[in-house]
Nanobody, 129 residues
């Protein structure tokens, strides 16, 4: 089985921090760019951040730039999303996904949902005081 499993979600206060993990099983992440997406109730899923296969390129949604950091440890077959200073509007189910095996014209296109073909089940993040 080829699976992506998100973990690390939960309840966090504004100004706190949280680290989400995306772990692969049944395959390795080395050949994929990886994206984090989120979906809040009543809203469409949106791209949050993504990272290239070798970690050399990253992209962030404007709404999280400067607060969230994406990283990867290919030796552990895991991608992370460090969430610092989360805001209530960051409340959502967070998903990770593997990128399609086609080149991106511009790396920032990794924030588009259509650029992914393998998704995890998501982990809930709730930001509340």
């Amino acid at each position: 089985q080829l699976q992506l499993v998100e973990s690390g979600g939960g309840l966090v206060q504004p100004g706190g921090s949280l680290r989400l993990s995306c772990a692969a099983s049944g395959f390795t992440l080395d050949d994929y760019y990886i994206g984090w997406f989120r979906q809040a109730p009543g809203k469409e899923r949106e791209g949050v951040s993504c990272i290239s296969a070798n970690g050399g390129s990253t992209a962030y949604a404007d709404s999280v730039k400067g607060r969230f950091t994406i990283s990867r440890d290919n030796a552990k077959n895991t991608v992370y999303l460090q969430m610092n200073s989360p805001k209530p509007e960051d409340t959502a189910v967070y998903y990770c996904a593997t990128g399609i095996r086609r080149p991106l014209q511009l790396f920032r296109q990794c924030l588009y949902e259509r650029k992914y073909d393998n998704w995890g089940q998501g982990t809930q993040v709730t930001v509340s005081s």
